[in-house]
């Protein structure tokens, strides 16, 4: 029997790129990776690894109907960021109704911890409504629901000049973060597309680790050699910046994630640390 096509949507990015990458690794696959530029670096990076590339943009139903065809799986990951809230509930339900239009056997859902409750921070809600609607449709579903990502901590092309600062302000010297690294979100969607009967219709809550901002920094400072640099931009300033943002920071200093770590450690051993994860950055 021919090994499984996984539809794997924004495979050029952060998560996107993490699964698929994962999932050539892990074997018994066939990756088909979406994206809207072929001839990018990245993606010729993963035809190097064997996924198969499809062009594709998520606002267009039919590019998306062609690239699920014959799928079994399908990763299925939106930007807010980029996109916009909006954007982002309009793209996760017209790919859901594709899905399921194509009988895609099992989807797994890059959402986020607090999905399903009234946190107020647009992009939580918006996964909720995502998420909701893939059980309407009764599309077979795993919610990843992971909380802050370790990735954004470090220097890349998507992480904020004012990402640490905006921790800070949220939480002073004394709240805790919930953390996790994209490579663990994508180990899990792994073992959730490796054993789809045991993982369909369940949200699972991806976290690791919960440290200060001056504990991180300090664990930053001494793998990485340096300070983490950061822009302090006042909450009154953000707003005016990216309205969004300053949302869900002053959310992750008031509220915050409430995930069991220590339970989630014993369900997925060998999950990184913020030190574990900060000592595979400086060797990569």
């Known amino acids: 029997m021919a090994d499984p096509i996984i539809l794997v949507t924004g495979a050029t990015g952060r998560q996107g790129g993490a699964v698929a990458r994962a999932l050539l690794s892990a074997g018994g696959f066939r990756v088909r990776a979406l994206t809207r530029d072929p001839s990018s670096g990245k993606a010729a990076k993963l035809k190097a690894l064997g996924a198969e590339l499809v062009k594709g943009d998520l606002e267009d139903r039919a590019q998306m ?114 953390l996790v690294a994209v490579a663990d979100i994508a180990r899990a969607a792994v073992a959730a597309f490796q054993d789809p009967g045991a993982w369909a219709g369940r949200a699972i809550e991806l976290a690791s680790e919960a440290l200060t901002v001056p504990e991180a920094a300090r664990q930053y400072r001494e793998v990485m050699g340096r300070r983490p640099f950061s822009l302090r931009i006042p909450f009154f300033l953000l707003r005016f910046i990216n309205r969004e943002a300053e949302i869900n920071f002053r959310w992750i200093g008031e509220r915050g994630w409430t995930i069991d770590v220590e339970k989630v450690r014993e369900r997925f051993p060998g999950m990184l640390s913020f030190r574990a994860f900060l000592q595979a950055q400086a060797r990569a």
């Open 65 to 178: 109907a062609a690239a699920v065809s014959g799928a079994q799986g399908l990763f299925s990951v939106q930007d807010p960021w980029a996109h916009g809230v909006e954007g982002e509930i309009r793209q996760g339900k017209a790919l859901a109704e594709v899905a399921a239009e194509a009988k895609v056997g099992h989807v797994v859902y890059a959402s986020v911890s607090k999905a399903d409750e009234p946190t107020g921070v647009p992009h939580f809600e918006s996964k909720g409504q995502i998420e909701r609607h893939h059980a309407q449709l009764g599309l077979p579903t795993t919610a990843l629901r992971p909380a802050f990502f370790m990735d954004m901590l470090v220097p890349s092309e998507r992480q904020s000049p004012a990402m640490w600062g905006a921790l800070r302000q949220g939480l002073g010297t004394g709240g805790r973060v919930q």
